[in-house]
């Protein structure tokens, strides 16, 4: 492809590049956006997680004096108490302390003292078990929380004494200053929810917690390494239709144990403005790639334009060479003329004279009208040969005028069907009614007649030539067809050379001065031929020919 067409696909590689520097430049805009924004929630989700695990720890300490508290109380009043006696009054005992539920002392494998409103299955191996440990603090164990109390013994007493209190009031004080209370206190607009996990469940959460479930299977990826100590980033998940964006944080439990407090914040901004990048850069997607396909768009149009000046130009200097051509075979052929047609009219007065005056003898007369026929006949073609050639050069005047196709037609057809049928061929005109064209009549007619000629001088015996006249969106085309021997691309493209005939008594000019009158309205002459299958003239009005539908 020559350069100044090439260089019309520039513009849409250049449309592309400057859509994908705009794309990529929009797209790490809005990223940038969305990665500030989720880094805003990421940094309140997590000092929200350490507001909760310093809380948690203040929690936990409280905790622990509670648990101290409740051991002091328990091991002043097992010393105010002391060794219960085998005959120890256990009615008054309730009555002055409710909250006692066991108070008793091993002696040997019996077991003396007190008992409550709960009475342990097997108080004497519960007292075996709470006398073996250390002692001095208080144990708060599975069992005890199922039978309702905690209990004490002190290790310096003798015997040593154990004491079980009821542990409601213990439990009070632990759901005011634990975890639980101080989760139950957090809310706010943005806060989904706050909960404290391990791998059993659900420790303690914040109201909003009901959209978090209790197993710890939905913890977030990675649930184990922090509990290790490490941290997950955030992620946006879905609780009961509500965005959420959610952290997890390690935490350490007042026993010691490990888990994780999950922090969920609303995450429908965050989902809002992810929605709203999508569909700009969908829209700009779109946008751009419009642009593309406009620039490829116009690139072929500017390319196509291109080409066609290029054609156009071509066609004038080939048009402004036949010009020349026709000039100076116009001025050659005036000449010829000339000097011609004078001694061809001296030529044919001779043979007349010849055929009125001369006499011969009868068994010669058939042999000397025959000379003399050849003779004329010599002379007429040499006179056809000069009128054409003069024709060729001679410039065409045209009398442009509107008529009727099918007349025009008509007209032409009528002396050559006579012709094709003494050589037992046939013509056949089709013409769709209404059509007008506006055309030199004698011009026209002399154009298409040399054209069905030739035709019909291609056929055989038997075969058919046919002329039609219809009208399509590139105006009107006269078509005349026949179904002779056809031609080889060659021989169609050298017979249409002037002096070029393919028939014995053919001057080669009819064609040429076919498509010339052709051309001189506007229009254009196109030819198809194969070998066995005949050979197709179209002429073609199109809009400069001014032909129109009545």
């Known amino acids: 492809m020559e350069w100044r067409f090439r260089r019309y696909w520039l513009l849409p590689a250049v449309v592309l590049g400057l859509a994908i520097v705009v794309g990529a430049t929009t797209r790490v805009e809005q990223e940038h956006h969305y990665d500030a924004l989720r880094g805003l929630y990421e940094r309140h989700a997590r000092f929200a997680g350490r507001l909760v695990r310093e809380s948690a720890q203040e929690a936990a300490l409280a905790t622990d004096l509670v648990y101290r508290s409740s051991a002091e109380k328990a091991l002043r009043t097992l010393a105010l108490l002391g060794v219960p006696g085998p005959d120890e009054d256990c009615d008054a005992l309730a009555r002055r302390l409710p909250d006692v539920q066991l108070w008793a002392v091993m002696d040997g494998d019996a077991l003396h003292g007190c008992s409550g409103a709960t009475v342990p299955p097997d108080p004497v191996a519960l007292a075996r078990r709470l006398l073996a440990g250390p002692g001095g603090d208080i144990v708060d164990d599975q069992e005890l929380r199922a039978l309702g109390m905690f209990c004490v013994h002190d290790p310096d007493s003798a015997p040593r004494t154990v004491l079980c209190l009821d542990r409601r009031p213990l439990d009070a004080m632990r759901r005011e200053v634990g975890l639980g209370p101080l989760l139950a206190g957090l809310e706010g607009p943005d806060l989904v929810y706050v909960a404290v996990q391990d791998e059993g469940g659900l420790l303690a959460a914040s109201p909003g917690a009901a959209t978090a479930t209790a197993s710890g299977r939905d913890a977030l990826p990675g649930i184990a390494d922090v509990e290790k100590g490490g941290e997950t980033p955030g992620r946006i998940a879905d609780r009961d239709g509500r965005p959420v964006f959610e952290v997890a944080a390690p935490l350490e439990l007042a026993d010691g144990t490990h ?77 010829v003329a000339h000097e011609v047609r004078n001694p061809l009219n001296t030529i044919g007065m001779a043979l007349q004279r010849l055929g009125r005056e001369v006499e011969v003898a009868p068994r010669d007369a058939p042999a000397f009208g025959e000379l003399l026929g050849l003779a004329r006949d010599a002379s007429q073609r040499v006179e056809r040969v000069v009128g054409d050639f003069l024709e060729l050069g001679r410039p065409l005047a045209l009398d442009l005028q509107r008529h009727a196709l099918d007349a025009l ?28 064209v506006r055309v030199d009549r004698q011009r026209f007619q002399q154009a298409l007649s040399n054209l069905v000629a030739n035709a019909l001088d291609a056929l055989a015996a038997g075969g058919t030539v046919t002329i039609r006249g219809v009208r399509d969106r590139a105006g009107v085309r006269v078509i005349v067809q026949d179904d002779g021997p056809g031609m080889d691309a060659p ?60």
């Open 491 to 550: 021989t169609l493209e050298r017979v249409q050379q002037p002096f070029v005939t393919t028939r014995a008594t053919g001057t080669g000019l009819g064609l040429p001065l076919a498509r010339r009158m052709i051309e001189a309205h506007g229009g254009r002459l196109v030819l198809a031929s194969s070998p066995g299958e005949g050979t197709t003239a179209t002429i073609v009005l199109e809009g400069a020919s001014d032909a129109t539908t009545a």
């Open 409 to 436: 037609l008509a007209e032409v057809a009528a002396p050559l069907a006579m012709r094709a049928e003494a050589g037992s061929k046939r013509l056949d005109v089709a013409c769709a009614p209404g059509i007008r």
């Open 259 to 335: 888990a994780v407090v999950r922090i969920a914040l609303d995450a429908g901004d965050l989902v809002n403005l992810r929605r709203v990048i999508d569909r700009r850069m969908a829209a700009m997607s779109a946008v751009l790639g419009a642009a593309v396909l406009l620039g490829v768009a116009l690139a072929w149009v500017l390319v196509r334009g291109a080409r066609r000046r290029e054609e156009y130009r071509a066609q004038i200097r080939r048009q402004e060479q036949e010009a020349r051509h026709w000039q100076s075979l116009g001025q050659m052929a005036a000449t």
